[in-house]
C-alpha cells in the first residue's frame, strides 16, 4: 500500500497504524481507545458501552483474520468510523434549525459501517462481490444488544438501525432525518479521502464509459456495476453529490475542492474525456428534484 500520508484529520499515528497494520490485539484496543477517547467535543454522546459494544465485534473477527490485507482494512474501517462520526457533528452544527437528538446522531454514524468486520473476512468490500449487504447485517448486529441503558439516554433503538439499515442502499427511502445524516456523512467522510484511496483503485485508465455519463447526468449515483475504467470510479463519487440531503454537506464538499481535484485528475489522465466532461458540464445540468 502507498504511503497514506496527510490523510486529512489523521494523527501520524493513524496512518503508520493503517500503513503497517501489524499490530496485536492489545495494541489495536489502545489505539482503538485513543481514537475514540474522551477528548473530542462529541464524546460526551458515546457511552462507554457503545464503545465496547464495537470493541467486542472488532476483536471476535479481528482474530480470525487471515492476511495482513484483510487486518488492514478492518483497521481502515476503525479509522474511517471515526471520520463519519466527525462528519455527522459538523453536519448538524450547520443545520441548527432541526432540533437533533446528539446521542442518536453520534450512535448512527458511530455503528453504521459495524457490519464491515464480519465482510473483511470476506476479502473484499463490494456488497455485490460478496454477497453481503454490511448495512443489513450491521443493523442486525446492533438490533440483537440489550438497549435499556442506551433508552435512558433518549437514543432509540430502531432509529439507529434503520440508519445503519439504509446507510448502504441506493436510495434512502424515507425521510428520517437520521438515516439522511448517515448517508450525508459517510459520503462526505469518503469524499475527503479520496485522493489518497483512490490510489488502491485497481481499473484499467482512460475514457468514461456511457452508462456512467449517463447514471450521473440523470442526476442519480452512478452504479457500481457500470464502473469500468478509473475515470468511471471518479465520477461515480462525484455522482454521490446527488444524493446530499442537507445544505451544509453541499457546502462542505464545494468548499474543501473535491470536485476540482477530480476534474484535474481526469485531465491529466485522460484529457479527451476531460474536454467532453467540459463540454457536457457548460451545458445546463439536469435539475435535481428538492
Ligand atoms: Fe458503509
Known amino acids: 500500500m502507498v504511503i497514506i500520508m496527510n490523510m486529512r484529520n489523521w494523527s501520524r499515528e493513524d496512518w503508520m497504524v493503517v500503513e503497517k497494520a501489524d499490530l496485536d490485539l492489545k495494541e489495536l484496543q489502545s489505539w482503538f481507545k485513543r481514537l475514540f477517547g474522551d477528548s473530542d467535543d462529541w464524546s460526551n454522546f458515546l457511552p462507554k458501552e457503545a464503545k465496547s459494544w464495537f470493541w467486542q465485534e472488532v476483536e471476535t473477527e479481528y482474530v480470525k483474520a487471515s492476511s495482513w490485507k484483510i487486518r488492514q482494512n478492518m483497521l481502515l474501517k476503525i ?3 471515526k471520520d463519519v462520526v466527525e462528519a455527522g457533528w459538523e453536519i448538524i452544527r450547520g443545520e441548527k434549525e432541526i432540533d437533533w437528538n446528539m446521542g442518536m446522531v453520534i450512535i448512527a454514524c458511530f455503528f453504521h459501517d459495524i457490519g464491515r468486520f464480519q465482510q473483511a473476512l470476506l476479502g473484499s468490500f463490494e456488497d455485490w462481490e460478496t454477497n453481503y449487504d454490511h448495512g443489513d447485517k450491521g ?3 446492533i438490533w440483537q444488544r440489550n438497549w435499556s441503558g442506551f433508552r435512558q439516554l433518549g437514543i432509540d433503538r430502531d432509529g439507529v438501525v434503520e440508519a445503519i439499515r439504509r446507510h448502504n442502499k441506493y436510495k434512502a427511502g424515507t425521510e428520517d432525518i437520521y438515516v439522511k445524516l448517515v448517508r450525508d456523512a459517510d459520503k462526505l467522510a469518503l469524499l475527503r479521502h479520496m485522493k489518497f484511496l483512490l490510489r488502491e483503485v485497481d481499473c484499467t485508465n482512460g475514457g468514461i464509459s456511457e452508462t456512467v455519463i449517463s447514471d450521473y447526468l440523470a442526476g ?8 469500468v475504467t478509473k475515470n468511471d470510479t471518479y465520477l461515480r463519487w462525484l455522482s454521490w453529490e446527488n444524493d446530499f440531503n442537507f445544505e451544509t454537506t453541499r457546502r462542505l464538499f464545494i468548499k474543501e475542492e473535491v470536485k476540482d481535484w477530480v476534474f484535474s485528475e481526469i485531465g491529466k489522465s485522460d484529457p479527451q474525456a476531460f474536454s467532453r466532461l467540459k463540454k457536457i458540464f457548460l451545458l445546463p445540468m439536469v435539475v435535481v428534484g428538492p
Open 79 to 81: 479509522r474511517h468510523t
Open 220 to 227: 442519480g449515483m452512478v452504479k457500481n456495476e457500470n464502473v
Open 139 to 141: 443493523a442486525k448486529l
